[in-house]
């Protein structure tokens, strides 16, 4: 009984002592609990409106990289043939030159002194002409009297004849009948005579008035030499020559005045290996890399003709907007050769680089998410970049380069090219 009693006792105490340990836990336990944050959830990317290309393998020609220098479409150097001084030639180097513009002129004092002469003898000619032919038409008019005078005598001579057969006449009358006819055959002959030799005369002296106006063409071509004009729009490369000095005549080109070229028109010249002859077409587009851009052209021209030393023959490429370039600068193309293979080429501004790695965003098309693939990819051409691996076809590159763009980020797309 009293060993009951004692348990009971401890019992109460005992749960009274865990009771007040279990209070003060649990206040401690929630102090702890309320100082401790919940975990903060991944901030939610935006979906970015992109334009994507969906890439597909296609055939492609092997490419032979070849250099050249750009030249002017237009340049020439401009001279006179003229002999005299130079009065006007105000150009300098980088001056810029508008079609029709004079560029110089020389003293023409000499030349027009020959040219009013060359005009003196025309008139002197075409009067000569004149005469000549007025004296023609006198003789032609005589041959007509001649004529008819003639044909008189020859009625006469015919009567007297058959008159003096009759005896109705003395013989002496036909013997003047006769003497008349015979004096006017050699008239008339004598007026044609006259006349052939007038045509000649009018022959020579038109001989001689032609040669008096070529003389007066060749004095104002002379004298046109006294003032030089620019040919097409330009630019002043070289001033050859100044005011006050004396051009020589009797050079085969005349006297150089200054260079000019059309820095508005540019070509690439590059010369083409003859065993590639084949592969360059007339008109065929190409663009030509020039310090690291790219310039619309075509083959403009193949020159026919090889050089034997180097074995290779010029191309020329006009450029369509050479806009920034000049003559003299280094250029290239990408010549497209013989043999064809399958490739994916894409745009190089679609290429993101981190350090030394190279890749492209591309569409996750199961979950609509921008993710960044690795690519291996062969040398820029032309704006474009060859995947040699890292791509497959039906692949949707994001053309859209924009530095918030994130792995894994929700995409929505704009517009798909092909």
């Known amino acids: 009984m009293d060993k009951q009693i004692t348990m009971n006792g401890l019992g109460r105490g005992t749960i009274v002592a865990w009771g007040v340990a279990l209070l003060l836990a649990g206040f401690g336990l929630g102090r702890v609990l309320s100082q401790v944050k919940p975990p903060t959830a991944a901030p939610v990317l935006p979906a970015m409106a992109v334009r994507i290309l969906r890439v597909y393998p296609h055939p492609q020609g092997d490419c032979l990289t070849l250099s050249g220098t750009i030249a002017p479409l237009h340049k020439a150097v401009l001279s006179t043939r003229l002999a005299g001084l130079i009065t006007y030639l105000p150009w300098h180097t980088g001056d810029r030159i508008a079609q029709g513009a004079v560029v110089a002129r020389i003293d023409t004092q000499d030349m027009a002194g020959q040219t009013a002469a060359a005009r003196s003898n025309v008139a002197q000619a075409a009067a000569e002409v004149a005469r000549i032919q007025a004296t023609l038409e006198q003789l032609q008019a005589q041959a007509l009297q001649n004529l008819a ?178 003559a003299g600068m280094y250029g290239q193309i990408n010549l497209p050769i013989a043999g064809t293979r399958s490739v994916i080429t894409i745009p190089q501004a679609a290429l993101v680089h981190q350090g030394q790695l190279t890749g492209v965003y591309v569409v996750d098309q199961t979950h609509q998410r921008a993710e960044l693939r690795w690519l291996e990819v062969g040398k820029p051409a032309a704006g474009q970049v060859r995947v040699l691996a890292g791509l497959v076809g039906g692949d949707q590159v994001i053309l859209t380069h924009s530095p918030q763009l994130q792995d894994g980020q929700p995409v929505r797309v704009l517009s798909q090219y092909n």
């Open 149 to 326: 005078a003639l044909h008189l005598a020859q009625i006469n001579q015919q009567r007297s004849a058959w008159l003096t057969r009759e005896g109705a006449i003395p013989q002496a009358q036909l013997d003047q009948a006769n003497d008349t006819l015979a004096e006017a055959k050699a008239v008339l002959a004598q007026t044609k005579a006259a006349i052939r030799q007038a045509r000649a005369a009018v022959r020579q002296a038109q001989a001689a008035l032609g040669q008096a106006q070529a003389q007066v063409v060749t004095a104002l071509a002379d004298q046109s030499y006294g003032q030089v004009v620019a040919p097409f729009n330009g630019v002043v490369t070289e001033k050859l020559a100044s005011p006050g000095e004396v051009t020589n005549p009797y050079s085969p080109s005349g006297t150089a005045l200054i260079k000019i070229q059309d820095s508005d028109h540019l070509q690439l010249e590059v010369p083409v290996p003859e065993q590639n002859a084949t592969d360059v077409k007339l008109g065929e587009p190409i663009a030509v890399q020039v310090a690291g851009h790219n310039y619309p052209g075509h083959i403009g021209q193949i020159v026919p003709a090889a050089d034997p030393q180097s074995r290779t023959f010029l191309v020329k490429v006009p450029l369509d907007r050479p806009s920034g370039l000049m």
